[in-house]
Each structure stands twice: as C-alpha cells, then as structure tokens.
C-alpha cells in the first residue's frame, strides 16, 4: 500500500492527454489504439518516477507541511535508498515501453524528465515559469500522443491543451494559498512552497481568470471552425462547449467553497458533478465525431 501511495497512480489520469489525439483524429484502428495504451503506460511510468524524486528530495520540506507529512517518504515507512532505487526501476520501465511506440516517444519522454527534473531542482521556485513548466508537461503528453503515433497534431488542441494546464495549474497554486490562510501561516514565512513569495492571491486569481476564458473560447472556436466542420461533416461538436464551461466554472467553485484544488485528479474523481461532466463530454464527443 505504501509502494502504491509512493507512486500517485490516481495521478496518472493526467496522462489521458495522451488519448486526445487519438480521440480526435478518429484512428482506431487496433495498431494505432495498441501503441497509444503503451504510449500511457510508459508516461504513467516516467511521472511516477519523477514523483518519487520530487518527494526524495523535499523530504525535509514536506515533514513541515500539513498534509504532506504523511506521504511515504516523509513519514519514513519508506527509505529513501528505496526510493531511489523504484525510481530508477520506473525510468527504465518507462522506456522500455516507449521504444516500443518508437523513437519520438523516447524522445518526449527524455524531454519531460530532463524538464521535470530542472522544474524540482530550481524552476519550481521561479513565479510564473512554474506554471508553465508543468503545462509543457501537458503538451509533451498530447505531442506523444499525435506525432509519436503518427498523427499530425491540431493547433486547436494544442492551445486547448495549453491554455487548460495553465488554469489547473494557477489553480493549484491559488489552492495552496488557501491551504496557508487556514492553517494561519502568512505566505512570507512560508516554508513548503517558497515560489508563492512572489506570488498574491489577486494575482492568481487573473491569471486563473485569463487562463480560464481562453480555454472556453479557444474550445468554442475550435468546434465553429470552418476546418472542424470540414473534418468530421457535422457542426454539432459545438454542443460540447457547455459541458466545458459547466468543468470549468466548477472546478472554480470547488477551489473557493470546498477547499478543493491541490490535487486535481483526486478532485475529478471526489466530485461527482466534475466527473460526470467530463465522462459526458468524451462519451458525446466521440459520438459526435463517430
């Protein structure tokens, strides 16, 4: 049980960005849906290693957090030495299996542990640059699973993709935050996430704002787009976009009134309206595009 909590798998949902392009290019054919699984799979693998680094190295930070106290290696029911040795377990596992979708799979996969890696040794304390770290995780997610797979990638989904980790991302930090405020630590003397020293509340909050409106529309432009309609022979993929705003108007009222927003794979599966709202917006997507 312990190994399991080490490895996040409830993160791994995340690495459904892999499954977009797919999703959207209708290629599903066996082979194509056969490397896509792998494709997940070895990014499962890769986060999960870069999980356990993150956590080896903040061992001492995260004994002083509320919440992260409890994680394995900071409550010591793990060793540290064996946690570097699941890391590099997971590593080779994760490339292994992408060898198996081919080389430019390897190569995304390289790409975000070497970003990952400057992101937990120093660009996780760089306001903004954080942010957008983890939201090019995101888009070496969607590349791997489009031109890894051999399918050319839509600019739309790119800036969909994009503009959607920006917001969850802003929103976590908005959400730790909260997390100072209530258990009365100013954000000055804040010891576990030193990067919200050059941060403020109202800052976040436009960043979520922009962040948030340029998902909606960039999402409602894609579906009226003369290309879209092209492609699939239907205008009906506007129908979709309130499932969309509905996802992110929640998500807003779960970070402000339920506390809701430090982990967000654990948000999606708490919270029935959010993850309804998500599964009807892929069943009636595919439909749509079927």
């Known amino acids: 049980m312990n190994f399991l909590r080490l490895l996040r798998p409830h993160q791994w949902i995340k690495n459904s960005f892999v499954l977009l392009g797919i999703m959207?290019?209708?290629q599903w054919d066996q082979a194509t849906l056969?490397?896509?699984?792998?494709?997940?799979?070895?990014?499962?693998?890769?986060?999960?290693?870069?999980?356990?680094?993150?956590d080896l190295l903040d061992i001492e930070a995260d004994r002083q957090h509320p919440t992260k106290k409890a994680r394995p290696l900071a409550s010591g029911l793990i060793s540290p030495r064996s946690g570097w040795m699941i890391t590099g377990?997971?590593?080779?596992?994760?490339?292994?299996?992408a060898a198996v979708s081919g080389q430019w799979v390897v190569l995304f996969i390289v790409i975000y542990a070497a970003l990952n890696i400057a992101y937990t040794l120093r660009l996780k304390q760089v306001a903004v640059l954080d942010v957008f770290i983890i939201s090019m995780g995101f888009m070496?997610?969607?590349?791997?699973?489009?031109i890894g797979l051999g399918i050319a990638p839509?600019?739309?989904?790119?800036?969909?993709?994009?503009m959607l980790s920006l917001f969850l991302g802003f929103a976590k930090r908005r959400a730790e935050f909260f997390t100072l405020e209530n258990n009365g630590v100013s954000e000055t003397k804040n010891q576990t996430r030193q990067v919200l020293r050059d941060y403020s509340p109202m800052m976040i909050d436009q960043f979520m704002a922009v962040s948030a409106?340029?998902?909606?529309?960039?999402?409602?432009?894609?579906?009226?787009?003369?290309e879209t309609v092209a492609r699939y022979g239907t205008t009906a993929l506007i129908y979709t976009l309130p499932f969309v705003v509905y996802g992110v108007f929640r998500y807003?009222?779960?970070?402000?009134?339920?506390?809701?927003?430090n982990d967000t794979a654990l948000d999606l599966y708490s919270d029935p309206h959010l993850l309804v709202t998500v599964l009807i917006w892929g069943l009636v997507t595919v439909v749509i595009i079927a």
């Open 154 to 162: 839509s600019s739309w989904l790119l800036i969909c993709g994009f």
């Open 89 to 97: 377990g997971l590593v080779l596992i994760a490339l292994s299996l």
């Open 213 to 226: 409106a340029c998902t909606i529309l960039c999402y409602g432009l894609y579906t009226v787009n003369s």
């Open 34 to 54: 056969f490397l896509a699984c792998v494709t997940f799979g070895a990014f499962c693998s890769i986060a999960s290693s870069i999980y356990v680094f993150n």
């Open 252 to 261: 807003i009222f779960l970070l402000h009134r339920r506390g809701k927003g």
């Open 140 to 146: 070496l997610r969607i590349l791997a699973g489009t």
């Open 24 to 26: 959207f290019s209708k």
